[in-house]
T-cell receptor, first 115, second 114 residues
Framework: DTAVSQTPKYLVTQMGNDKSIKCEQNLGHDTMYWYKQDSKKFLKIMFSYNNKELIINETVPNRFSPKSPDKAHLNLHINSLELGDSAVYFC??????????????FGEGSRLTVL | GENVEQHPSTLSVQEGDSAVIKCTYSDSASNYFPWYKQELGKRPQLIIDIRSNVGEKKDQRIAVTLNKTAKHFSLHITETQPEDSAVYFCAASTPAGGADGLTFGKGTHLIIQP
C-alpha cells in the first residue's frame, strides 16, 4: 500500500543514453513533483504538475521531460544522459499546491548513475 | 524566486542535549514552512510545519518558531536521542508564478554523539 512508488530504484547507464523513471501515487493527490538530490544532498525542484499545468524550473535542461498519462502518474524521461545527471531523483505528491501547499509525500528515490 | 538559507550544515550534539537549526528565507510572500527529516538512504519525511499566522508550534520534543518580520524560522529538538541523527531540511513555499512547490534549504546533518 505504498503511497508514492517509483521505479527503478537503481539505474546505471552510459553517457548519451535515454532513460525513464516511473512514478505512481495512490493518495488521490492532484499535484506531483520531481526533485533532484545531488551528492551534497541538495534537494532541488525540477517540475511540478497538476491536472491543469506543468511548471518547469528554468534551470532544468530540456533533455528532461515529464510525462503524465493520468493524474496518478508522473514519469521522468531523460535524453542524452550526461555525467552531471548522476543523482537521486525523488518523485513526490501533495494534496494542495501553490501558495498553500500541503505535506509532500516522497517516493523512495531512484539513484541514477551515469558512467 | 524564493531563496532559503540553512545553518549549520553539520551539527554534532551530545545525546540528551538540545539541537537548534536555523533558516532564513527571502520572499516575504512565503507562508508555509515545513521541516523534513531524511535518514540515511531513505526518503525525506515531514516532521513538523508552521504557517505564517502562527509564531510557534510544538510536537513532543520538536518545536518550530517563526519570525516573519526577520524572515527566519528555527527547528528545536530537545532531549536528543540517537534516532534523531539524520539530515534535516527546512523549506518555504514558493509563491505561484515560479516553479511551484517547496524551496528547500541545503540541509543540516545532525549527529547525536552517545
Amino acid at each position: 500500500d505504498t503511497a508514492v512508488s517509483q521505479t527503478p530504484k537503481y539505474l546505471v547507464t552510459q553517457m548519451g543514453n535515454d532513460k525513464s523513471i516511473k512514478c505512481e501515487q495512490n493518495l488521490g493527490h492532484d499535484t506531483m513533483y520531481w526533485y533532484k538530490q545531488d551528492s551534497k544532498k541538495f534537494l532541488k525542484i525540477m517540475f511540478s504538475y497538476n491536472n491543469k499545468e506543468l511548471i518547469i524550473n528554468e534551470t532544468v535542461p530540456n533533455r528532461f521531460s515529464p510525462k503524465s498519462p493520468d493524474k496518478a502518474h508522473l514519469n521522468l524521461h531523460i535524453n542524452s544522459l550526461e555525467l552531471g545527471d548522476s543523482a537521486v531523483y525523488f518523485c513526490a505528491s501533495s494534496l494542495l499546491a501553490g501558495p498553500t501547499p500541503g505535506e509532500l509525500f516522497f517516493g523512495e528515490g531512484s539513484r541514477l548513475t551515469v558512467l | 524566486g524564493e531563496n532559503v538559507e540553512q545553518h549549520p550544515s553539520t551539527l554534532s550534539v551530545q545525546e540528551g542535549d538540545s539541537a537548534v537549526i536555523k533558516c532564513t528565507y527571502s520572499d516575504s510572500a512565503s507562508n508555509y514552512f515545513p521541516w523534513y527529516k531524511q535518514e540515511l538512504g531513505k526518503r525525506p519525511q515531514l516532521i513538523i510545519d508552521i504557517r505564517s499566522n502562527v509564531g510557534e508550534k510544538k510536537d513532543q520534543r520538536i518545536a518550530v518558531t517563526l519570525n516573519k518580520t526577520a524572515k527566519h524560522f528555527s527547528l528545536h529538538i530537545t532531549e536528543t536521542q540517537p534516532e534523531d541523527s539524520a539530515v534535516y531540511f527546512c523549506a518555504a513555499s514558493t509563491p505561484a508564478g515560479g516553479a511551484d512547490g517547496l524551496t528547500f534549504g541545503k540541509g543540516t546533518h545532525l549527529i547525536i554523539q552517545p
